[in-house]
């Protein structure tokens, strides 16, 4: 499902925006789309200098608005999950709309030619680095979480390393998948990673979207799922282990605890750069 914004109101937006200016490291918009009236995706030119791990996150956003006072403006930054993989010339970003958000209630208007901050100091412990080395590997998301996963997902190394690639999304309604979807369908027809990661990578992957506020072919909560045995019935694969299966997850927090846990009883233990492990956890960084 594809909404995109109408020209009106983005018009509209774009008068009321405050003169442009140089901001500080900007980067320029080269992409935008809407994918639902809660979710968009865009694209940003990279620093020429930025170094990343796929999976990594930096901070990024626009100038707050002018201080009443004194009129000054401060810029109004928030952690985001790159969601392109480390080789790509440009950066992807994957955020919500939330409509009083002080952030992604300016930053969903943005358009094609627009700057962007961005400070080109990269973190996160979704990397590769943090895990061990193992058989399948397992990517947990909810909502815009599953970002880090589609630099992952376009990293080599993910399909150098693993057999498997098994990826879960729970959502509540089925456009929130749509990204994602697209994301995966699109890698068969990538020639540039066929050819760099070997003809028919793709089929390392195993697609597990479901929902649990709108119909859709698999309904439930991942972590009911799992519990229940139906998601490792449905996937023709073993509960996890810590011999074979190593696992990042990025959701909301109610999610990312309640799967830590289950791994903790499954015998997984948390990994992080400095010392790698079986899994490694992450929240969605929401406005
Ligand atoms: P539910 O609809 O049952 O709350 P949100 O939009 O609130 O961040 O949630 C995104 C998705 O994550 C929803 O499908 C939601 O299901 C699911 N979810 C929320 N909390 C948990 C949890 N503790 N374990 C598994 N899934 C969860």
């Known amino acids: ?31 935008v789309k809407h994918w639902t009236d809660r979710l968009f995706s865009f694209r940003v030119t990279r ?39 480390s080789w790509d010339e440009e950066l992807e970003f994957y955020s919500i709309k939330v409509q009083d958000g002080p952030l992604t209630s300016k930053l969903q208007h943005i358009q094609v030619g627009d700057e962007l901050i961005l400070r080109p100091k990269p973190v996160g412990t979704l990397v590769h680095d943090a895990l061990l080395p193992g ?52 890698l068969k027809t990538d020639e540039l990673l066929n050819e760099l990661i070997g003809e028919g990578f793709w089929k390392k992957i195993k697609y597990y979207p479901t929902t649990t506020r709108e119909e859709s072919p698999k309904m439930g909560r991942i972590t009911d799922l799992m519990r229940s045995g139906e998601a490792f019935a449905d996937l023709g694969v073993p509960p996890l282990n810590a011999e074979t299966d ?31 492990k079986h899994y490694v956890v992450e929240k969605a960084f929401l406005d």
């Open 1 to 31: 499902m594809t909404e995109m914004k109408p020209v009106n109101e983005a018009t509209a937006a774009k008068a009321d925006a405050p003169k442009k200016m140089v901001l500080p490291d900007a980067q320029t918009i080269t992409y």
């Open 47 to 85: 620093p020429s200098s930025l170094r990343f791990r796929s999976g990594e996150f930096v901070m990024i956003g626009l100038m707050g608005d002018p201080d009443p006072k004194t009129g000054k403006q401060k810029p109004l930054l928030r952690a985001y999950s790159i969601a392109s993989p």
């Open 135 to 186: 058989k399948r590997l397992w990517f947990f998301a909810t909502g815009t979480g599953f970002a880090p996963f589609a630099s992952l997902l376009r990293e080599p190394q993910t399909y150098e390393d693993y057999d498997e690639v098994i990826i879960t999304h729970t959502c509540r309604e089925v456009g929130e998948l749509e990204y994602g979807a697209a994301l995966i369908e699109s």
């Open 246 to 276: 190593r696992a990042m997850i990025c959701g909301n927090l109610a999610f990312n605890l309640e799967l830590k846990q289950m791994f903790e009883d499954y015998g997984l233990e948390e990994g992080a750069n400095s010392d790698p």
